[in-house]
């Protein structure tokens, strides 16, 4: 009998036909196994309960923000619970505090401290199916904490971890990891597995299909992370430790992520604090910053740009005008429509010459390079929003993605 954590997503159960149906899976997963089932608020109940409190207050208590968004959750698993007892299956729901998720008092990005799962463990030793809220638990403070968006992935992962289970089943709209973004390259093919540092580079760089977070925890503790299709019986993708084979095939995936903005400061001083107080400003504004250039510097100036979610562009420019100022640079440059294309692989760390393939590529679709940085496992280069499609086609063309590592079809 294996014990088996199975999440469930906003899109899984965004409606009470939709958790009958995922009802009838757990209740199969359950003949012979022991179940626990994560659940994601219904559908974009979250998104339509930020949406509620801004109409009340332009800057909410993070509190009370946090009592809100994890009512989202709870409504999920009650729900779940009954339509797995009318199907005549033993379940019981749970609170993410009931679960024992132990966090810091970060109210609304909260990290996970402790898990005490005996009351998950009562239950499933009395033959119940446990049913907890993704997304939340108990601060210190004794104070309901949200995760931060997208955190019940990270609940599924960390309650897995601490039971010991033997895969954590992550079910979603999607029928797992593909090698680019299906709707852009046709011939995209899911990949039957997929390294920790390969799927953190895809999150991150833009492929939703896990949270980042969530992927760091399970390669921490080593929890294999099953991504799956709730929609279809089919296996999805396994994310795993590494294993001999996967540094044959140079690029594993291509991703993209549109809705970028590239903001630069010109002929700032090069003088030590300058850095830290250019992005000590954007830190303040809460910005979130990715890629970030210097340049080298001339007769004592130099300049930097870095990108910013899209999202972020106006407020990003105004701190950077004070800033500015402050510094005596010359002024702020921007660019509200740029779009970072990467390729992703461990078989980078045996093969040499990627990175120039890659920019050969978009130099013969006459796409000019604006940015490029580089990691061990990825090369990313920050390019005209108009020209990411066609990128990420043509990366897809030239480096094979997916002969080697991925099923047919
Ligand atoms: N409901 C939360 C969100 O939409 C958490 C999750 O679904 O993972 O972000
Ligand atoms: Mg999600």
Not at 227 to 243: H, M, Q
Not at 315 to 342: F, H, I, M, N, P
Not at 388 to 407: I, K, N, P, Q, Y
Request: with cysteine.
């Amino acid at each position: 009998m294996a014990l088996i954590v199975q999440k469930y997503g906003g899109s899984s159960v965004a409606d009470a036909e939709k958790i009958a149906n995922v009802a009838r899976r757990v209740a199969d997963s359950a003949a012979g196994n022991q179940v626990v089932v994560v659940v994601s608020a219904m559908g974009k109940t979250t998104d339509g309960l930020v949406d509620l409190a801004r109409q009340i207050t332009p800057s909410p208590d993070p509190r009370e923000m946090d009592m809100l968004l994890a009512t989202g959750e709870q409504i999920t698993t009650a729900l779940l619970a009954m339509a797995l007892q009318r199907l005549g299956a033993k379940a019981r729901s749970f609170t993410g505090p009931q679960a024992g998720l132990r966090t810091n008092s970060a109210h609304t990005t909260a990290r996970i401290t402790r898990i005490e799962p005996w009351r998950v463990r009562q239950a499933l030793d009395a033959g119940e199916v446990a049913v907890v809220a993704g997304f939340q638990g108990l601060s210190e403070e004794d104070e309901i904490a949200t995760l931060g968006r997208g955190g019940s992935d990270l609940t599924g992962v960390a309650l897995a971890a601490a039971l010991k289970a033997d895969v954590c089943e992550i079910y979603t709209d999607v029928d797992g990891v593909y090698t680019a973004d299906p709707n852009i390259v046709p011939d995209a093919k899911k990949l039957d597995r997929v390294s920790y540092d390969e799927m953190l580079e895809m999150a991150s760089l833009g492929a939703k299909v896990l949270q980042s977070r969530s992927v760091e925890f399970a390669k921490k503790w080593g929890v294999p992370v099953h991504v799956r299709s709730s929609f279809k019986r089919d296996a999805g993708t396994l994310v795993t430790r590494e294993e001999r084979g996967m540094e044959e095939v140079v690029v594993t995936g291509v991703t993209h992520e549109r809705n970028q903005a590239k903001i630069s400061i010109l002929r700032v001083p090069d003088r030590p604090g300058i850095a830290a107080t250019v992005f000590g400003a954007i830190a303040e504004a809460n910005i979130v910053v990715d890629m970030i250039v210097q340049n080298i510097s001339r007769d004592g100036y130099t300049d930097m740009s870095f990108t910013v979610p899209r999202a972020d562009f106006q407020r990003a420019v105004t701190a950077l005008q004070g800033v500015s100022a402050k510094v005596g640079a010359q002024g702020v440059l921007s660019d509200e429509r740029v779009a970072k294309v990467s390729i992703v692989g461990v078989g980078m760390r045996s093969h040499s010459g990627v990175a120039s393939r890659m920019f050969a590529t978009l130099a013969r679709e006459g796409i000019n390079i604006q940015m490029i940085s580089t990691s061990e496992i990825a090369v990313s280069c920050v390019i005209e929003d108009k020209y990411a499609e066609l990128a990420v086609r043509a990366l897809h063309d030239t480096f094979e993605v997916g002969r080697a590592r991925a099923s047919a079809g």
